[in-house]
């Protein structure tokens, strides 16, 4: 790889838009960091003020980010039309980028971010930080040595809450989705760790007359991957009361054993038959309860979803973007998973707009 900066070079990052809330959660994470320096922030909104006062850092232009040697990489973080635009500017500036997830409005946006990062060389991770939860790993590891036996059915809910569907962050104009693609993303990002592609999708992805918001897009949806060897169910829940990830949860049932893996807090439960190296019965591991909370409140920066209080895993997601940087090894999430990711909500947005029928992938 071409990117790699010297161990002893304090990492210089800056950020270019500040509109997506979880801007200042990365932002404090990078400030958090030994040998790193946050070197200003660009956006035409007029948050921008207000942000880099919060945050103690400079507002500069875009051109003058881009140009600055000492900056060695950017975050970017406007709203979805802006994020492949910037973020092909910044790697054909020599730039590494961190950038929010869904890394664009769809597939059309993330070929390009690909064909980008192949051409020009420069890291690109994009910003899953849900991944990086204790439980996700231990999931990881258990199917990776086949400890559950075979695996032929996986269940996993998610769901989104605060009643942030209802926001404009969720109705962002050539979006493929509303709160289902914006958050529902993240286990679908999960869900491709874990088990790769499918071949096809069927989904029902409803908007209930009367219900809720007339504005607000789905409220509800299910959908089956398809695989050669077993199923994966999805369902997602858009007006969910609790105001974590308590009830997001990934099942995966096994011929001798079953797990349930949830990202936070961290937490997984095992049952084995003890046939395969873990211990028979049930083994369970919870990391914490809540020590600070993950949306903390509205601000005069981010007036319309609260910003993010809880700073593990902005702070796990910063560390392996450092190291990447650091020793050109691959990207922890690489472009093409983005565009995976979009390439199956397409997909099961096109399967629903059917009624339900197969898309194959």
């Not at 910044?90 to 730039?95: F, I, S």
């Not at 989104?160 to 209802?166: G, L, T, V, Y």
């Not at 398809?226 to 011929?255: C, H, L």
């Not at 983005?338 to 390439?343: K, S």
Request: glycine residues 8%.
């Amino acid at each position: 790889m071409t990117y790699a900066i010297g161990s002893d070079t304090p990492l210089g990052i800056a950020c270019l838009g500040i509109t997506h809330p979880h801007t200042s959660g990365r932002v404090k994470a990078f400030k958090r960091m030994a040998n790193a320096r946050v070197l200003g922030a660009y956006d035409d909104s007029p948050l921008l003020q207000a942000f880099v006062d919060a945050m103690e850092i400079e507002a500069r232009s875009k051109d003058e980010i881009l140009s600055d040697p000492n900056v060695h990489a950017v975050m970017i973080h406007p709203k979805s039309y802006r994020m492949a635009d910037w973020a092909i500017e910044a790697m054909e500036a020599g730039k590494a980028v961190l950038c929010e997830k869904p890394a664009g409005r769809g597939s059309t946006d993330t070929a390009r971010l690909v064909e980008a990062a192949e051409r020009t060389g420069q890291l690109f991770q994009v910003g899953y930080c849900w991944r990086y939860a204790p439980s996700v790993d231990k999931m990881q590891e258990v199917l990776q040595k086949g400890q559950l036996g075979k695996i032929l059915q996986v269940r996993a809910h998610a769901g989104c809450s605060h009643n942030e569907a209802d926001t404009d962050h969720m109705r962002q104009p050539g979006d493929i989705g509303g709160a289902f693609y914006v958050i529902g993303c993240h286990t679908i990002d999960r869900l491709l760790l874990h088990f790769g592609m499918p071949k096809s999708v069927n989904a029902r992805i409803s908007k209930f007359d009367g219900v809720m918001p007339d504005n607000a897009r789905e409220d509800a949806a299910g959908a089956i991957l398809n695989y050669d060897d077993k199923m994966i169910t999805v369902d997602f829940m858009s007006w969910e009361p609790m105001p974590w990830t308590e009830s997001w949860d990934i099942t995966a049932y096994g011929t001798e054993g079953v797990m349930h893996s949830r990202p936070m807090p961290s937490t997984y439960k095992i049952y084995s038959t003890g046939k395969h190296g873990l211990p028979q019965g049930w083994t369970e591991y919870n990391e914490n309860s809540f020590p600070e909370i993950w949306a903390v409140r509205k601000t005069v920066y981010s007036p319309e979803i609260a910003e993010i209080g809880n700073p593990v895993y902005f702070d796990r997601e910063a560390t392996a973007f450092e190291q990447s940087l650091r020793t050109g090894a691959a990207s922890n999430v690489p472009a093409t998973q983005a565009h995976n990711i979009n390439l199956i909500l397409e997909a099961l947005f096109a399967s629903s707009q059917q009624g339900g029928g197969e898309v194959v992938l």
